[in-house]
């Protein structure tokens, strides 16, 4: 992991000159979208290193025992061995999730138990009333106490972007939620009507951006939900690279928070090493 984001004391003045310029973010979104693809071994290198930032994520009310076992294992080999040796590369917890409005001492202590059980990341679920009311010490100050509850453990904030209304409140919840420790600013629970877009991505990491040239502290970013495809995992990759830079494509500064998504990049892999798409039966069930 990297190194922990201390916060700071929360600086009003700052929040209150963000200004989101709307069209821009829009016309840059869709330059990312419509950019060609990298193909062949440049394109099964950058799926590799997609599938090192993916958390798998199961949010099923009706999980069992077995099922996350079988989670644990598919996370530990997320691509099929012999796949791996053909191309040389052999060798969380959330708190009021996902819609933040249990009691904040309820959150709290449910925080505190899961770093007792050895959790070293928490995920945590901002009251969106306080972004939406502009109530930004009250926010940050609930930020600061989910900080303090995670003791050792990292903490990615999760803004529920698709609930904030506008960019704006987007990059102010963004910057509130840094300055009050977040290791990491995540975009949606995956449970929201609206997960992780490209517009609010952009805002939320053009944050990120302007944290880092303020205090010399770099936050974690992670879009979670509706990211399916591996040509979308392309696209996340190269709008992190472009925006932050190369330091931020590892798993300690980006994630991929996706349930579906490994199947299809272990296809595209499996077609890039046999030269034939697999079926049912040739891939191991995530």
Known sequence: MSARNPGMELDLAWVSRVRVNQPAVLRRAQQVQTRRAVKKEWQAAWLLKAVTCID???????DTPSNVRRLCFKAKHPIRDDLMESMGMQDKVATGFPAGQTPLKT????????VEDGASEIDIVINRTLALTAQWEALYDEIRQFREACGEAHMKTILAVGELGSFSNIYKASLVAMMAGSDFIKTSTGKEGVNATFPVAIVMVRAIREYFWKTGVKVGFKPAGGISSAKDSLLWLSLI??????EWLSPALFRLGASSLLSDIE????????????????????
């Open 56 to 62: 798998l994520t199961t949010l099923s009310g009706d």
């Open 107 to 114: 959150r709290l202590e449910e925080v505190r138990l899961a």
């Open 241 to 246: 690279k472009e925006e932050l830079g190369e």
């Open 267 to 286: 296809r595209q892999i499996f077609h890039y090493v046999t030269g034939r798409y697999a079926a049912y039966h040739d891939l191991p069930m995530a």
